[in-house]
C-alpha cells in the first residue's frame, strides 16, 4: 500500500509531534540505508570472517543469502510482499547453509508488511513465518539424529523461539504503526473531501446567485426597454398631429427609465456589501401589479386583468407572479403588436395558483426579438414550487402562456401602506366584464 499523500496545504494540519521523528519522516532512503546497513554489516563481517578461516561453499552460500537479503531491504516499502518472501526463503535456506537461523530480514519484512500493506497481511505472513520456521528445524533434527547433521551452532528449540519472539515483536509493533498512518491517511484524505466539498458547495452557490441575478436583471432590462421602445415608438407617431400626447408619452419612457434604473441600483446594491440600504429595499409584488398593467397599456397593449381569491402570503410567490404577468406582457408587447385584446386571469387559490395569459393576434412579429432566456428563468422560477409553465399557440389564433403551481402557506408580511391592490391600480375599463379582485396582502419588505 502505498504512503498517504501529503495534506492539502489549505488544511493547516497540526505539527507532527518530535524532531526525531520529523526527520526520519523526510528521509526514507536514510532510513532504509540504516535499515540495510543494521542487518547487512554485521552479516557481511560474520560471512567474510568465516570465509577466511575456514573457507567451504556453504560459506559462501550464506554470504550471498545475506547480500540478497540486504538487497531487498531496500524495497520493504513498495513491494513489501516480494520482500517478505525474500527473506522467508532466506530464513529456510540459512538453517542449511549458515550457522545460524537468519531471521533478520523477516523481521523487517513482517514490520514493512503491517506498515505498508495492512496489518491483515502482516499477521497470515507471521503465520507463514511461524509454519516454515518450525517446519525446517524440525527437518533439521530429523537429519541430525538420523545422518549425524548439525549445520546450526545452536540448539533448534532456542533459535525457533527466539526467530518467532523476534517476529511476534515486528508485527505487533508494526501492526501499531501501520494502523497509525492508515488512520492519518483516512483523516487527510477526509479533510481533503471536506475541502473539494466546501469548494464545490461555493461554486454552486456562485452560479445560483448568478443565475439569480441575471434572471432578476432580464426581468428589469427586458421588460423596461421594450416598453420604452414602444412608447418611443409612438410618441414619434405623434410629434406632427398630437404633440401634447407625444410629450405625454415621453415622460412615461422618462418614468419607466428611471424605474428601472432604480430597480437596477437596488440589485446590483445587495451584491455590494455592507449596503445595508440595498439589502433591504422592498421587491415587486402584487401591489405593482397595477403599476405594471398601466404602463403596458401606455404603451398601446390592450390589457383586461381579472384576479379572484385570496393572494398569498409568501413575498416569493408574490414575485413569481408579478414576473410571469411581466414577462407575457412583455413578450405579447414584442410579437403581439395586431392583438385587439390581451386578457391576464389570476386565480389564487387555497391548494394552487394559476396564472393564464393570453393574446388574439392571429401573427406573431415584433421589431424586437429576445432571446428565450425569459421564458427559461420563469420556468426556472415555477420549477422553485414544484409548478409548472406551459406556453403555445392557442385554439382560434393567438398565443397563450399558463403557470400552474402549489401555493405556499407562509406567515402574513407586516403592513405596508404603500401597497396598492391591483383592482385599485389597474381596474378593468368600463365594459371589460372582469371580476372585482379584493386587495392583495401587503408585502414585506426583504
Given at each position: 500500500m502505498p504512503a498517504p499523500d501529503a495534506a492539502p496545504a489549505d488544511l493547516e494540519l497540526p505539527r507532527p509531534p518530535g524532531a526525531v521523528r520529523r526527520f526520519f519522516g523526510a528521509h526514507p532512503l536514510l532510513?532504509?540505508?540504516?535499515v540495510v546497513g543494521v542487518y547487512l554489516v554485521p552479516a557481511l563481517a560474520e560471512g567474510l570472517f568465516h570465509l577466511v578461516t575456514a573457507p567451504s561453499w556453504t560459506t559462501a552460500l550464506a554470504l550471498l543469502l545475506a547480500v540478497i537479503a540486504g538487497a531487498a531491504l531496500f524495497a520493504r516499502r513498495r513491494h513489501p510482499r516480494a520482500v517478505f518472501a525474500t527473506a522467508l526463503a532466506v530464513l529456510v535456506l540459512s538453517v542449511f547453509v549458515g550457522r545460524n537461523v537468519d531471521f533478520v530480514p523477516t523481521v523487517f519484512a513482517l514490520y514493512a508488511l503491517a506498515v505498508y500493506w495492512s496489518a491483515r497481511s502482516a499477521w497470515i505472513a507471521y503465520g507463514v513465518t511461524a509454519v516454515a520456521t518450525i517446519g525446517?528445524?524440525?527437518?533439521?533434527?530429523?537429519?541430525?539424529?538420523?545422518?549425524?547433521?548439525?549445520?546450526?551452532?545452536?540448539?533448534?528449540?532456542?533459535s525457533g523461539f527466539a526467530a518467532l519472539?523476534?517476529?511476534?515483536?515486528?508485527?505487533?509493533?508494526?501492526?501499531?504503526?501501520?494502523?497509525?498512518?492508515?488512520?492519518?491517511?483516512?483523516?487527510?484524505?477526509?479533510?481533503?473531501?471536506?475541502?473539494?466539498?466546501?469548494?464545490?458547495q461555493a461554486e454552486i452557490a456562485t452560479a445560483a446567485e448568478r443565475s439569480r441575478v441575471a434572471r432578476e436583471m432580464h426581468d428589469i432590462v427586458s421588460h423596461s426597454l421594450t416598453v420604452m421602445i414602444a412608447l418611443a415608438d409612438g410618441s414619434a407617431g405623434l410629434v406632427t398631429s398630437?404633440?401634447?400626447?407625444?410629450?405625454?408619452?415621453?415622460?412615461?419612457?422618462?418614468?419607466?427609465?428611471?424605474?428601472?434604473?432604480?430597480?437596477?441600483?437596488?440589485?446590483l446594491g445587495v451584491l455590494r456589501a455592507g449596503d445595508e440600504e440595498a439589502a433591504h429595499a422592498p421587491q415587486p409584488g402584487l401591489g405593482e401589479l397595477g403599476e405594471l398593467v398601466e404602463r403596458f397599456r401606455a404603451a398601446g397593449l390592450p390589457v383586461r386583468i381579472t384576479v379572484s381569491g385570496p393572494p398569498p402570503a409568501d413575498v416569493g410567490q408574490q414575485l413569481t407572479v408579478f414576473r410571469v404577468v411581466q414577462e407575457a406582457l412583455?413578450?405579447?408587447?414584442?410579437?403581439?403588436?395586431?392583438?385587439?385584446a390581451v386578457t391576464v386571469t389570476i386565480e389564487f387559490g387555497d391548494a394552487r395558483i394559476r396564472i393564464v395569459v393570453e393574446d388574439d393576434a392571429t401573427v406573431h412579429t415584433g421589431s424586437v426579438h429576445g432571446s428565450g432566456s425569459g421564458l427559461l428563468g420563469l420556468r426556472e422560477r415555477v420549477a422553485l414550487y414544484g409548478g409548472t409553465l406551459e406556453?403555445?399557440?392557442r385554439r382560434g389564433g393567438g398565443w397563450r402562456l399558463v403557470a400552474d403551481f402549489p401555493t405556499v402557506a407562509g406567515a402574513a408580511p407586516e403592513a405596508d401602506s404603500a401597497s396598492?391592490?391591483?383592482?385599485?391600480?389597474?381596474?378593468?375599463?368600463?365594459?371589460?366584464?372582469?371580476?372585482?379582485?379584493?386587495?392583495?396582502?401587503?408585502?414585506?419588505?426583504?
Open positions: 532510513v532504509d540505508s540504516l525446517v528445524l524440525g527437518i533439521t533434527e530429523i537429519v541430525v539424529s538420523v545422518h549425524n547433521f548439525a549445520p546450526l551452532s545452536t540448539e533448534a528449540v532456542p519472539s523476534f517476529c511476534t515483536v515486528a508485527v505487533l509493533v508494526g501492526t501499531n504503526v501501520g494502523n497509525r498512518r492508515r488512520y492519518l491517511h483516512a483523516l487527510i484524505d477526509r479533510a481533503r473531501q471536506l475541502a473539494r466539498e466546501r469548494d464545490q398630437a404633440p401634447e400626447r407625444s410629450a405625454e408619452t415621453m415622460r412615461l419612457v422618462a418614468e419607466t427609465g428611471r424605474g428601472a434604473l432604480g430597480d437596477m441600483r437596488r440589485l412583455t413578450n405579447a408587447l414584442r410579437h403581439a403588436a395586431l392583438a385587439t406556453t403555445g399557440p396598492t391592490s391591483p383592482s385599485a391600480s389597474a381596474r378593468p375599463e368600463s365594459g371589460s366584464g372582469n371580476v372585482p379582485t379584493p386587495d392583495p396582502a401587503p408585502r414585506r419588505p426583504e
